[in-house]
């Protein structure tokens, strides 16, 4: 059993009954490594889905139908984007099928949001974004305790930003981002707090390899701004603007900004093919940490365990999933409808685009998984 934020998850010991999704291909395969059809350009939808399908605690949240008792019906997607995203998740993983089509769940997000309707290829950043902020507000539903006492402005942002109800998701995949902007001749710092859940980093420029450390000591590192109105001065001074993390989720997304605007190219979209070298296991988090986060507790470090990988350009590009299954502890391959073992050394690559990391251990023994 493991317990996020109060929210427990145990592995139940056979699966719910659950809706069967069209296009079904009567193959075992094995649990969770059911493979997704291509519906016209929606390689970027099933790369997303199939990293959060090897998120064994958002898993075990679906299969075990904990989710149903926290569903949302008053906000903007009624509940049916988590519905959806349960149902598919149930049949991933009860090891009968080769393949299915996600046709519900496609049909479902293309309602909410237009740019998911057609069979143009889109931005699994973007998709990810969005859905992560659906789901949330579909399981929005957790009480949070009334605080008495005065509590400072990263809890009050966090309570603002949540509106005293939670979800599971946000136990997950949000944390906080502490932002200073500190003048540069009284040392006056102005502090604001934003939650987040995802990280965008920029790739070094000018560099055919680079290092995550690198990405991330460019996002964590400050820049200096001009023409800050100063509240001490009472005028415009220059000013150092730097980002630090106030909160940790224990899922954390980092996505590498690899498209950008050639200003050259009459602002055409290209990408950026630089080769990341990325940590499969121990990423300290530490240096990015603000103060008073850090001496609340001794930092985590994280463990990779799925890639959304974009391979081409603009013009012509494929998505693909590399996840490290918790149930066979071993990395795997998912391209659409084709499900494949993948060796350790070659989940880092060039076409990394999306990296997701975790501190969770896992939630149970591989032999005593009972999906």
Not at 180 to 197: D, G, L, N
Not at 216 to 221: G, V
Request: include cysteine.
């Amino acid at each position: 059993m493991v317990s996020v934020a109060g929210v427990k998850f145990q592995r139940p010991t056979a699966l719910p009954t659950c809706r069967i999704y069209s296009s079904l291909f009567p193959l075992r395969r094995g649990k969770g490594l059911t493979g997704l059809k291509n519906l016209g350009n929606t390689c970027y939808m099933n790369s997303i889905l199939q990293c959060l399908s090897n998120t064994p605690q958002l898993t075990e949240y679906c299969i075990s139908d904990q989710y149903k008792n926290y569903i949302s019906r008053s906000n903007k997607t009624n509940g049916q984007v988590i519905e959806e995203v349960a149902a598919l998740i149930k049949v991933l993983w009860n090891g009968q099928y080769k393949c299915v089509a996600s046709r519900d769940l496609r049909y479902v997000v293309g309602q909410y949001q237009r740019i998911f309707r057609g069979v143009d290829q889109q931005d699994s950043h973007e998709f990810l974004t969005i859905l992560m902020d659906w789901l949330h507000s579909d399981l929005q539903t957790l009480d949070v305790p009334r605080i008495r006492e005065t509590i400072g402005a990263a809890e009050k942002a966090w309570l603002d930003f949540t509106k005293a109800k939670e979800s599971m998701i946000l136990h997950l995949f949000y944390g906080q981002m502490k932002s200073t902007v500190k003048c540069v001749a009284c040392h006056k710092e102005s502090a604001t707090y934003e939650c987040f859940s995802n990280l965008s980093l920029e790739l070094p420029p000018n560099a055919n390899e680079c290092q995550l450390s690198q990405c991330m000591d460019m996002y964590f590192s400050g820049e200096r701004i001009h023409g800050w109105n100063c509240p001490n001065c009472k005028t415009k001074r220059d000013a150092i603007k730097k980002l630090d993390i106030s909160k940790l989720p224990p899922v954390l997304v980092v996505h590498l900004k690899r498209f950008y605007a050639d200003t050259s190219n009459t602002g055409a979209y290209v990408k950026k093919q630089n080769y990341l070298n990325f940590p499969l296991q121990n990423l300290a988090m530490n240096p990015y940490i603000a103060r008073a986060e850090s001496r609340a507790g001794t930092p985590k470090t994280y463990q990779l365990y799925a890639v959304s990988n974009h391979y081409g350009s603009m013009e012509g590009g494929h998505y693909t999933a590399f996840c490290k299954s918790a149930h066979y502890r071993r990395w795997f391959k998912f391209d659409d409808q084709v499900v494949s073992y993948l060796e350790t050394p070659n989940v880092v690559s060039s076409a990394a685009y999306i990296l997701f990391y975790t501190w969770l251990p896992p939630a149970a023994p591989v032999n005593s998984v009972g999906l």
